[in-house]
């Protein structure tokens, strides 16, 4: 072939088509036998154009790579162990230098697109990538602030898979390294996906979707200033940007349609009313955080939250669930809204029967932290609303304080002693008296005495002075 003249082989790449050879990499010598050597620069090359093709193809027409995909089995699965193994030298490089170049061409990808549809699998690698490697997080909140707005903004649009994506890294981005990328997140970005959070959320069907959507609220919850930003949300801050590639009407309608649950606290409401125990029991640590952050009990009380944890309560035999519960209902105790909307006369019979069911656990923090919660309830009750107006009420109660003190774990016997010593309290005694279980609850305490450990002789002349 004369200089200046194409063979075959060019023609097909000028031509923009991909041979076998080029998506495989693989090529034999003039005698067959495999190249030598002296010919890595030259498939280093040969390589870096066929990716560069391929490149190319996923821009302009991703579906024509897919059915040339589809012809051959062999280069299918070639293809995607070379991908692997490209990202697997992404992450051991740790460079700066690669990192950044991915994000670019991510954001370039986003900018010339004007949907996002199609990003799925893009979405999910940039999460995957922020959790293998938090220098990405660092850079993506950073110098990368339009490609978050990128980011938001793909939460209108309707797909519930790629929003669940979107929020996957969302998720992985305030999660990294402790959440400390998150610190570095503008304050109008982190507003913003927690207003859009709670829209999605509102609208989720999905279980992937949920999911996500409640493993963020999670994350967020963890910091003082989402907290403030989630419970003081209102659907009217859900604003159309320039940016977001959809029509004002449509936000207008979204607007509407969220008036009315879009409130952290229904939200939080309606995940205890699923199915789904472990997400009862995350909605409980949701509002557990809540009320840890901002001491804002009263929307959840006036909310009739406290009612839907007591039912949770009710058969179940899952530690993770009951310890959230337990340990929710313990704060909302702080705030005498709970006792004077009568939330504790309708919760204590489901405490009664899960520390029974809270006893046979093996996690004996459970029954612990249960028995912590009745006895908050015993101490802070009015006398003026009394727990136990029947016999059987105070007998139930008694029974399973019984329990809790007969347990093999000091701990738990003396959390239960002193649930014991307020129930002796003259309003929480019953009609006719329960004598019987009285004594029966002393005689049990009083035969523990000989397991609690002596004082020290520091202790007790500090206690004597």
Same mark, same amino acid.
């Given at each position: 072939?004369?200089?200046?003249?194409?063979?075959?082989?060019?023609?097909?790449?000028?031509?923009?088509?991909?041979?076998?050879?080029?998506?495989?990499?693989?090529?034999?010598?003039?005698?067959?036998?495999?190249?030598?050597?002296?010919?890595?620069?030259?498939?280093?090359?040969? *390589?870096?154009?066929?990716?560069?093709?391929?490149?190319?193809?996923?821009?302009?027409?991703?579906?024509?790579?897919?059915?040339?995909?589809?012809?051959?089995?062999?280069?299918?699965?070639?293809?995607?162990?070379?991908?692997?193994?490209?990202?697997?030298?992404?992450?051991?490089?740790?460079?700066?230098?690669?990192?950044?170049?991915?994000?670019?061409? &991510?954001?370039?990808?986003?900018?010339?697109?004007?949907?996002? *549809?199609?990003?799925?699998?893009?979405?999910?690698?940039?999460?995957?990538?922020?959790?293998?490697?938090?220098? !990405?997080?660092?850079?993506?909140?950073? *110098?990368?602030?339009?490609?978050?707005?990128?980011?938001?903004?793909?939460?209108?649009?309707?797909?519930?898979?790629?929003?669940?994506?979107?929020?996957?890294?969302?998720?992985?981005?305030?999660?990294?390294?402790?959440?400390?990328?998150?610190?570095?997140?503008?304050?109008?970005?982190?507003?913003?996906?927690? &207003?859009?959070?709670?829209?999605?959320?509102?609208?989720?069907?999905?279980?992937?979707?949920?999911?996500?959507?409640?493993?963020?609220?999670?994350?967020?919850?963890?910091?003082?200033?989402?907290?403030?930003?989630?419970?003081?949300?209102?659907?009217?801050?859900?604003?159309?940007?320039?940016?977001?590639?959809?029509?004002?009407?449509?936000?207008?309608?979204?607007?509407?349609?969220?008036?009315?649950?879009?409130?952290?606290?229904?939200?939080?409401?309606?995940?205890?009313?699923?199915?789904?125990?472990?997400?009862? $029991?995350?909605?409980?640590?949701? &509002?557990?955080?809540?009320?840890?952050?901002?001491?804002?009990?009263?929307?959840?009380?006036?909310?009739?939250?406290?009612?839907?944890?007591?039912?949770?309560?009710?058969?179940?035999?899952?530690?993770?669930?009951?310890?959230?519960?337990?340990?929710?209902? &313990?704060?909302?105790?702080?705030?005498?809204?709970?006792?004077?909307?009568?939330?504790?006369?309708?919760?204590?019979?489901?405490?009664?029967?899960?520390?029974?069911?809270?006893?046979?656990?093996?996690?004996?923090?459970?029954?612990?932290?249960?028995?912590?919660?009745?006895?908050? +309830?015993?101490?802070?009750?009015?006398?003026?609303?009394?727990?136990?107006?029947?016999?059987?009420?105070?007998?139930?109660?008694?029974?399973?304080?019984?329990?809790? !003190?007969?347990?093999?774990?000091?701990?738990?016997?003396?959390?239960?002693?002193?649930? $014991?010593?307020?129930?002796?309290?003259?309003?929480?005694?019953?009609?006719?008296?329960?004598?019987?279980?009285?004594?029966?609850?002393?005689?049990? +305490?009083?035969?523990?005495?000989?397991?609690?450990?002596?004082?020290?002789?520091?202790?007790?002349?500090?206690?004597?002075?």
């Amino acid at each position: 072939m004369r200089f200046g003249e194409t063979g075959p082989r060019e023609r097909r790449r000028c031509s923009g088509l991909l041979t076998d050879t080029d998506m495989t990499g693989e090529r034999r010598g003039t005698t067959g036998g495999p190249e030598t050597a002296g010919e890595n620069d030259e498939e280093s090359v040969r *390589k870096c154009f066929a990716l560069s093709g391929i490149s190319g193809v996923l821009r302009g027409s991703p579906g024509a790579l897919r059915e040339l995909l589809r012809q051959d089995d062999r280069v299918h699965l070639q293809f995607i162990a070379s991908l692997l193994v490209l990202v697997q030298l992404l992450l051991e490089l740790q460079s700066e230098l690669s990192y950044r170049f991915v994000l670019d061409e &991510i954001h370039k990808q986003l900018s010339d697109q004007i949907s996002v *549809k199609g990003f799925l699998p893009t979405f999910n690698f940039l999460g995957n990538l922020v959790e293998a490697a938090p220098n !990405v997080a660092s850079n993506l909140v950073t *110098k990368y602030v339009p490609l978050l707005e990128r980011l938001c903004s793909a939460l209108f649009y309707p797909d519930e898979a790629l929003k669940a994506s979107v929020l996957y890294v969302w998720l992985k981005l305030f999660g990294t390294a402790g959440g400390l990328a998150a610190q570095s997140l503008p304050t109008a970005i982190r507003d913003r996906v927690c &207003i859009l959070l709670l829209q999605t959320l509102a609208n989720a069907n999905s279980p992937q979707l949920i999911k996500n959507c409640v493993g963020l609220l999670s994350v967020l919850l963890q910091l003082r200033g989402a907290v403030t930003v989630l419970m003081s949300s209102n659907t009217d801050q859900i604003m159309c940007h320039e940016n977001q590639n959809i029509h004002a009407d449509q936000c207008q309608v979204l607007s509407q349609d969220q008036e009315q649950h879009c409130s952290l606290p229904l939200m939080l409401k309606k995940l205890l009313m699923s199915g789904d125990e472990m997400l009862q $029991a995350t909605s409980a640590r949701c &509002i557990a955080s809540v009320l840890v952050h901002s001491q804002c009990s009263a929307p959840f009380i006036q909310a009739d939250v406290p009612e839907f944890l007591f039912d949770r309560l009710a058969g179940s035999q899952s530690e993770t669930l009951l310890w959230s519960v337990y340990s929710c209902l &313990i704060l909302l105790t702080e705030d005498p809204l709970f006792f004077s909307q009568c939330h504790s006369v309708y919760g204590i019979d489901s405490i009664v029967r899960s520390l029974k069911e809270a006893l046979q656990l093996t996690n004996l923090e459970v029954p612990r932290q249960g028995l912590l919660l009745l006895t908050e +309830i015993l101490e802070r009750q009015p006398p003026s609303q009394r727990l136990f107006p029947s016999g059987s009420g105070f007998e139930a109660v008694s029974e399973a304080l019984l329990g809790g !003190v007969s347990c093999s774990c000091l701990l738990v016997a003396t959390q239960a002693a002193n649930a $014991a010593s307020a129930l002796f309290r003259l309003n929480h005694q019953s009609r006719p008296v329960q004598y019987g279980k009285i004594e029966g609850l002393i005689e049990a +305490i009083t035969s523990r005495y000989s397991e609690l450990p002596l004082p020290s002789p520091a202790r007790h002349r500090s206690s004597v002075s």
